[in-house]
């Protein structure tokens, strides 16, 4: 369904178009009506709420917990036994 109502967007073009093509940002009508606003100054704040997002998304890298291999070996050894003696005990 398409329905009849314009809209003023704002296309912020990617500096990098590896991360994506371009960002589409829909400016309000109400903030339209207002006069004092110039075009320089929605483009900067929506480049400026493109690179935000950008930075936030890919700021937030998953941090792994990384234990050596001679612990994790360590633990197994230990889990295993108990498990052994657990079974071999309690079996009797």
Known sequence: MIKGV???VVVVKSPDPRIFEQAIFI???DFLERSGVSSEDVLR???AAAD???R???GRKRRRLRLPAPLIAAAGAVATAA???TMHFVGV
């Open 56 to 58: 936030g998304t890919l």
């Open 6 to 8: 314009s809209r003023r």
């Open 45 to 47: 704040q929506a480049s």
């Open 52 to 54: 935000d997002y950008i």
């Open 83 to 85: 498990a052994w003696l």
């Open 27 to 29: 400016v309000r009508e």
